[in-house]
Nanobody
C-alpha cells in the first residue's frame, strides 16, 4: 500500500496560480501511475492529469495548457502546477497512486477560485 498526503490548496483569485503537492510513502516502488483528480460539489470525481512511470502524461481537455503535472522521484512527491485558474476549477483535489495491487487516494485538498 501507499500513503498519500496532499498540500497546497487554498483560495485564489481567477487568473492566479497554485501548486499542489502529494507526498507518497510506503510501497512507492510498486506505483505504476500517479495522478490528480478533482471533485466539485454535486459532480463526479474526474481525472485532471496523470503521469506514468515511462514519463508520459495526459490531461483533461479543460486544463490543457494551464496545468502541469510533474514528479520528483528523489522526494517521492507529485506536483500539480495550476496557472490561469478559473472559478470552474474550484473543487477538492485528490492525489492517486495506482499499481496492479492497490489503488490509493489521499485525503484531498480544497482549491477555491474566486471570480
Amino acid at each position: 500500500q501507499v500513503q498519500l498526503v496532499e498540500s497546497g490548496g487554498g483560495l485564489v483569485q481567477a487568473g492566479g496560480s497554485l501548486r499542489l503537492s502529494c507526498a507518497a510513502s510506503g510501497s512507492i516502488f510498486s506505483i505504476k501511475i500517479m495522478g490528480w483528480y478533482r471533485q466539485a460539489p454535486g459532480k463526479q470525481r474526474e481525472l485532471v492529469a496523470r503521469s506514468t512511470n515511462d514519463g508520459s502524461t495526459n490531461y483533461a481537455d479543460s486544463v490543457k495548457g494551464r496545468f502541469t503535472i510533474s514528479r520528483d522521484n528523489a522526494k517521492n512527491t507529485l506536483y500539480l502546477q495550476m496557472n490561469s485558474l478559473k472559478p470552474e476549477d474550484t473543487a477538492v483535489y485528490y492525489c492517486n497512486a495506482w499499481s496492479w495491487t492497490f489503488d490509493s487516494w489521499g485525503q484531498g485538498t480544497q482549491v477555491t477560485v474566486s471570480s
